[in-house]
């Protein structure tokens, strides 16, 4: 194929005929990248988890609350093990950002 003398620019790159560079997120949401929004709002549900995790893990496990439908043994232990692990990624996200 014969070379038209016109090098294809990869998406984002500076064209010789434009000085316009084009962005995959062009459109904001009140100045905001969307994913930057997204990413936030991820990290923040990430660090409000264990609030609602750890009751529900405590009142789960009680017979005089749950009644019949108490969690098993296993459960508990699965629940437990997660709210530890979310917690400490939690713990290990502050330390790394500081």
Known sequence: MPNSGKEIQPMGSKD????????????????YDPLLLLVV??????????FPMIPLIIYTRSKKVMGEFVNRHITNILAFISAVIIIGLNVYLIVISI
């Open 41 to 50: 709002s991820q990290v923040i549900l990430s660090f409000l988890i264990p």
């Open 16 to 31: 010789s005929h434009s000085n316009h560079q084009h962005h995959p997120y062009k459109h904001r949401y009140l100045g």
